[in-house]
């Protein structure tokens, strides 16, 4: 029966950067290739930062696979970037420009919906040529097996199809990599929850703020005090004609801290020095979150299993080197080895040999290396024993600390040193970094700064009500199989759709009465669902996607 489904060479699953990389290095190598892709359009599903780096040692670069990509498909290249410590109102600012520019050819601001659909509609132009192409609005929802073999997709839209080689590109929420056993979900401390606002600015007022020119932008990263305990960081970055504003933080540390992350967003947008950027021109247009994996722990170093290659973030590989993230790239060089070693491997008359491989190259070109630096593992043996980040802290607060840290900065070496490419990989993931050090040196060495926020943030309901979804009735994605508080409970602070005083959201929290007793119970309502993936790692539930085209659309992305 099988036998009489359509049949591709390669299926790829997925139309971000790798997918996207993927498909576009096999239709060159003439590989008939078909892209599946659930949301409406490619991007409409998908939520980056973001700046996309091109790095000088990469394998494969966005524009080396498409020509026009700078011109066409980004905001703007980002010329400085700078790091602000903050403690209260007190701010000192450090030029990390060089660390910037390390191994970096160029790196412009995207946003997602402009840039993704672009390369889809290169890609199925491509893809055509080989008889395949390009098809949105599909989820694959399973991997075709046949005795025990990968053998292709199933989907919900379509029959079930064949393929040789199966890339999957579908990101940190990926159904084809769990299928396949090559992606735990279980610990939060693997991953991070980035969550983002983006807010019209008209051209000319990014200019005047930020004193850039037209083909110019900046990047402005933020730590220290601003988000209480919780580990991570707050960015702003320039778009074309808007900015986008968001925090990255570990998981775990947001459900350790029961922190909301819609509020910790709203901290970064109403500080002062924000004031000064925003006052008068607030509206934001766009509320998004996604959960982004931690490369240093997650990123699978053999990311393939029979003919199904995994790539980009559903293989872990996002990395956090310090104050950058770097993702984008790193799908794209994945995918596009994924595309190569299959082009390869066929033409030795071996495609079975594609896995191992993609796996070897991602070795030998230096990406797996990167991904999982030696360094960070040898400096979080020792700097996340938590008898050893409590003494740090402590030491860094004491009186001699911040004797260190006045010496340092006037010295200029702190600036330095954060501009250190090497350092930057190693940063254990522990309070200090994120919060203590970047506090003390803005209460040493910092300005205050006085601008006041002239609006007010939107609140969660407006957010959610701005969103655009195509609401799936009668077909949860997301089943709660525990709805115990102990279970469940995380979800109700953690997911960027809900608050502890906020009913009208995903998750929450309610009291029960049942025969004379009470008890707390977690409830769930898909609806206002931005699918960033949260609560499929910090509750108990049976999480999937929606159907294809179903749930949130994202305009920016
Ligand atoms: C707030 C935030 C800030 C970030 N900042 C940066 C940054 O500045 N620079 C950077 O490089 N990276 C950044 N990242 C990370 C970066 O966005 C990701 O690493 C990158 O998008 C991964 O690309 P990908 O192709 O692997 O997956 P994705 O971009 O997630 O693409 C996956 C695609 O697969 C589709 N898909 C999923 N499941 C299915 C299915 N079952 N069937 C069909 N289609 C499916 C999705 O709709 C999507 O289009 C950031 C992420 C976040 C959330
Ligand atoms: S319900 Fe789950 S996947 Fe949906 S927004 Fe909340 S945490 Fe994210």
Same mark, same amino acid.
């Given at each position: ?25 096999l ?7 078909l892209?599946?892709?659930r949301?409406?359009?490619?991007g ?22 498409f ?12 010329t ?13 600012t ?5 660390l ?24 199925h ?46 990101g ?5 990599a ?5 992606m735990?979900w ?13 807010v ?12 850039v ?13 601003l ?5 991570g960081?707050g ?18 540390s ?37 959960l982004?994996p ?12 029979g003919?199904?290659?995994v790539?980009?973030?559903?293989a ?13 790239n ?5 995918g596009?080895?994924?595309?190569e ?5 066929? !033409?030795r ?12 190259? !991602? ?28 003494l740090?802290?402590?030491l ?10 006045r010496? !340092?900065?006037g ?9 250190s ?16 050090l ?6 040493? !060495? ?8 002239d609006?007010?943030?939107k609140?969660?309901?407006?957010r959610i ?21 102990e ?6 602070t ?14 929450r929290?309610?009291?029960?009465k ?12 898909t ?22 085209g ?8």
């Amino acid at each position: 029966m099988t036998d009489e489904h359509e049949h591709y060479e390669a299926v790829v699953v997925g139309a971000g950067p790798g997918g996207a990389a993927a498909a576009a290095v096999l239709a060159r190598n003439g590989v008939e290739t078909l892209v599946l892709e659930r949301g409406v359009e490619a991007g409409s599903k998908n939520v980056t930062g973001g700046l996309v780096y091109a790095e000088e040692s990469a394998p494969y670069t966005v524009d080396a696979l498409f020509p026009d990509f700078r011109e066409e498909a980004t905001e703007r290249p980002v010329t400085d970037y700078y790091l602000h410590n903050v403690a209260g109102e007190k701010v000192e600012t450090f030029d990390i420009t060089d660390l910037h520019e390390h191994d970096t050819a160029w790196s412009d601001a995207v946003l997602r919906r402009r840039m993704d659909s672009w390369m889809a509609d290169r890609v199925h132009e491509m893809a055509s040529e080989t008889g395949g192409g390009l098809l949105t609005d599909v989820r694959v929802n399973g991997l075709l097996r046949e005795r025990g073999e990968i053998v292709g997709v199933t989907c919900d839209e379509l029959d079930p199809i064949r393929a040789d080689l199966v890339v999957a590109a579908d990101g940190v929420n990926s159904e084809l990599a769990r299928d396949a056993g090559l992606m735990d979900w279980e610990e939060p401390e693997e991953w991070f929850q980035g969550v983002k606002a983006v807010v019209d600015v008209p051209p000319e007022i990014i200019a005047e703020r930020f004193g850039v020119a037209d083909d110019e932008g900046e990047a402005h990263l933020f730590s220290g005090d601003l988000f209480q305990d919780v580990r991570g960081g707050g960015f702003v970055y320039t778009n074309e004609d808007s900015l986008s504003i968001g925090s990255v933080f570990h998981l775990d540390s947001i459900v350790e801290q029961e922190a909301e992350p819609h509020q910790l967003l709203d901290n970064l947008l109403t500080h002062p020095l924000l004031a000064d950027w925003l006052e008068g021109h607030y509206d934001e247009v766009e509320y998004s979150a996604k959960l982004v994996p931690d490369s240093k722990k997650a990123a699978n170093p053999s990311p393939h299993e029979g003919r199904l290659l995994v790539v980009g973030d559903a293989a872990g590989q996002m990395q956090a080197q310090g104050p950058i993230i770097k993702g984008m790239n790193h799908a794209v060089s994945a995918g596009a080895l994924a595309g190569e070693a299959f082009a390869e491997a066929k !033409l030795r008359g071996k495609p079975e040999q594609a896995g191992d491989l993609y796996e070897r190259k !991602l070795r030998d070109e230096g990406v797996m290396g990167k991904l999982r630096p030696k360094g960070y593992r040898v400096a979080s043996a020792l700097g996340e024993r938590d008898a050893v980040a409590d003494l740090t802290d402590s030491l860094v607060s004491s009186s001699v600390g911040r004797l260190g840290v006045r010496l !340092l900065g006037g010295a200029g070496l702190l600036e330095d040193l954060y501009s250190s490419p090497y350092l930057s990989q190693i940063v254990p993931d522990t309070q200090t970094p994120y919060v203590t050090l970047p506090t003390v040196i803005a209460e040493e !060495l910092g300005e205050r700064v006085t601008g006041e926020a002239d609006f007010e943030p939107k609140d969660l309901a407006t957010r959610i009500g701005d969103l655009t979804y195509d609401t799936d009735v009668g077909n949860p994605h997301i089943e709660l199989r525990d709805n115990s508080v102990e279970a469940s409970g995380a979800a109700v602070t953690a997911c960027p759709v809900s608050a502890r005083d906020f009913g009208g959201g995903c998750y929450r929290e309610e009291t029960v009465k049942t025969n004379g007793s009470e008890q707390k119970r977690v409830s769930l309502d898909t609806q206002p669902c931005v699918e960033c993936g949260t609560c499929a790692v910090v509750a108990d539930t049976d999480w999937e996607h929606p159907r294809g085209g179903k749930g949130v659309e994202y305009k920016e992305g």
